[in-house]
Every structure is written in structure tokens, then in C-alpha cells.
């Protein structure tokens, strides 16, 4: 079973990334939609994906053409594996569904939010009943907290407090969210941001900035 691999990632076209394994050896990866942002950012360096494989079927079966896909995780590995046990919903249905990230989409079928599966590509409304029916207690293990809803007295829900870290939509906030579709725990991405933002030279630093010495601190430490 082809479980991981890591390569330079050198093109990204819509879903699809190429990654280089070595010299004349590249494969062509398929990603969920809010990865594949994620990784604009790396092209040209080194990522891991956690990858599925499985053959699609052409012409009534006639044909069957591998696929693979790739995820930031393991555990995103599995809940989309979760998903394609519902029944309507194939690999690809699956993967075009993840335009978010697991945690979001497991916590909102734990609360029961089918409203929320509809705003996913292919989820339409008699779907997203069946996908919470199905996976409200199977997808707990997958639902991030900070995502999770209670309600409050008013009988609207209150988020949860965010995750700590660098503000999203910060060039720190947006290495982090990086870091972290690469397999890196938040509090360990936000971490290594930090001190790869302390060493950074006064003024104004990118994400991709900080993203190249994150790498570089990495590869300095293995020496």
C-alpha cells in the first residue's frame, strides 16, 4: 500500500500537484480544493501528502485508470475514507467535498449541521441528512473543539474560543495554516513560526519568507 509520499511540489493546477520524487520520476497527486491553497505557497519546496489510491471506472467498467489522492494527514486520510461509506458519495464526490479542512467538516456533522454540509461542493440538502444520519457519532474523532458549537441562552450557538496562534490572514498566521495542512501539530507550527519571525530581519516578511526559514532551521538542526 502506497501510504505517504514526499517530493519538491512542482506545479499545482486546480486540484492536481505534481510532486517530484527524483531525478526524471515525478507523479501527479489529487487534492482536496482548501489543501491545494494551502500549498500554493510551497511551490518549489518540499511536501509530504498522505496519499489514497483507487481506480476509477471508465465506460461502464470497461476501463479502470488509477487515482491518487492526497491528504495532509492521516487522520484527514481517514475521515475522507469515513466519507465514501455514505452511501452516493464516491472518491472523487468525497474529495471535491473537502473544500475544508476535516476538523470543520467532522464537527459539523457531530452538531447535526446539515445546513452547513450543503455550502460544500456536491452536497446538496437530502445528502447532507443522509451524511449526518450516517456519521454523527462515527465523525467525533475527527472534529476539531474549536469548531464544535453549544448553545448559548438566546438559543443561537457560540463558537468555541479560536485556536491560539498568529491571527489568520497574517503572513505568521498563513505559515502556520501551512505547517499545519503539512501534518504539523498547531501548537507546534505556531512554535516554529515564531521563531523563524524573531530571527527574520526588521520589516515587513512574508509568508513564504517565513515558510523558507522554517526549512532552512529544519535542515540546519539535521546537519
Not at 507523479?27 to 498522505?50: C, E, F, S
Not at 472523487?92 to 461542493?121: G, S
Not at 472534529?143 to 491571527?167: E, F, I, K, Q
Amino acid at each position: 500500500m502506497l501510504a505517504r509520499l514526499r517530493g519538491t511540489l512542482e506545479s499545482l493546477d486546480g486540484h492536481a500537484a505534481d510532486l517530484a520524487l527524483g531525478p526524471g520520476l515525478a507523479v501527479t497527486v489529487l487534492l482536496p480544493a482548501y489543501l491545494a491553497a494551502d500549498l500554493l505557497p510551497l511551490l518549489g519546496h518540499a511536501v509530504t501528502v498522505h496519499t489514497h489510491l483507487y481506480l476509477e471506472s471508465h465506460n461502464q467498467g470497461a476501463h479502470l485508470a488509477p487515482r491518487l489522492l492526497g491528504f495532509a494527514s492521516p487522520a484527514e486520510r481517514q475521515f475522507f475514507e469515513l466519507l465514501t461509506t455514505v452511501k452516493g458519495i464516491g472518491p472523487r464526490k468525497a474529495l471535491r467535498a473537502m473544500a475544508r479542512p476535516a476538523p470543520h467538516i467532522a464537527a459539523a456533522i457531530v452538531r447535526k449541521d446539515a445546513r452547513a454540509l450543503t455550502e460544500l461542493p456536491e452536497i446538496g440538502k437530502r445528502l447532507a441528512d443522509t451524511i449526518v444520519l450516517e456519521l454523527h457519532q462515527k465523525a467525533a474523532p475527527f472534529a476539531d473543539p474549536a469548531h464544535l458549537v453549544s448553545p448559548a441562552a438566546d438559543g443561537r450557538p457560540t463558537p468555541a474560543a479560536p485556536p491560539p496562534g498568529p491571527p489568520p490572514g497574517t503572513p505568521e498566521g498563513d505559515a502556520v495554516e501551512a505547517l499545519v495542512a503539512l501534518g504539523e501539530s498547531r501548537d507546534e507550527a505556531a512554535h516554529r513560526v515564531t521563531v523563524a519571525a524573531a530571527r527574520a530581519p526588521a520589516g515587513a516578511i512574508s509568508a513564504d519568507q517565513l515558510l523558507a526559514a522554517v526549512f532552512a532551521g529544519a535542515r540546519q538542526s539535521s546537519r
